[in-house]
C-alpha cells in the first residue's frame, strides 16, 4: 500500500497557497481601487480649487473696477463743484463795486451768482 499523506499534505497546502494568493490579488485589487479613486478625488479638489481662485479673482478685478469708477465719478465730480466755485468767485469779483471794481457786465443784484 502506497502512502498518500505527503501527496494530500501537499495538495492541501497548494489549495491554502491558492486561496492566500487570491485573497491577496483581491486586496491589492482594492487597495488600487481606493488609490484611483483617492487620486481621482485629489484631481477634482485640485480643479475646484482653481476655479475658487478664478472666481476670487474675477470678484477682486470686479470690486477694483467698480472702485475706479467711483473713484473717477468723485473726481469728475470734484473737479466740476471746482469749476463751480471757482466761476461763482469771478462772478462776485465782477459784480463787486468801488474803485477796484470790475464793470459788471451781467446782472449783478445781490445773489444773482448763486443760482449760476
Given at each position: 500500500m502506497v502512502d498518500s499523506r505527503p501527496q494530500e499534505a501537499q495538495a492541501r497546502?497548494?489549495?491554502?497557497?491558492?486561496?492566500?494568493?487570491?485573497k491577496?490579488?483581491?486586496?491589492?485589487?482594492?487597495?488600487?481601487?481606493?488609490?484611483r479613486l483617492n487620486q481621482s478625488n485629489a484631481v477634482r479638489v485640485a480643479r475646484l480649487t482653481l476655479e475658487a481662485a478664478q472666481a476670487d479673482n474675477a470678484a477682486g478685478l470686479q470690486q477694483a473696477q467698480?472702485?475706479?469708477q467711483a473713484t473717477q465719478t468723485d473726481l469728475a465730480k470734484t473737479r466740476a463743484g471746482h469749476v463751480r466755485r471757482r466761476s461763482r468767485r469771478l462772478i462776485k469779483l465782477s459784480c463787486?463795486?468801488?474803485?477796484?471794481?470790475?464793470?459788471?457786465?451781467?446782472?449783478?443784484n445781490a445773489n444773482s451768482f448763486l443760482f449760476e
Open positions: 497546502s497548494a489549495a491554502a497557497a491558492l486561496v492566500a494568493a487570491q491577496q490579488a483581491g486586496g491589492a485589487a482594492i487597495t488600487a481601487e481606493a488609490a467698480t472702485a475706479l463787486r463795486t468801488g474803485p477796484h471794481a470790475t464793470v459788471p457786465t451781467r446782472n449783478c
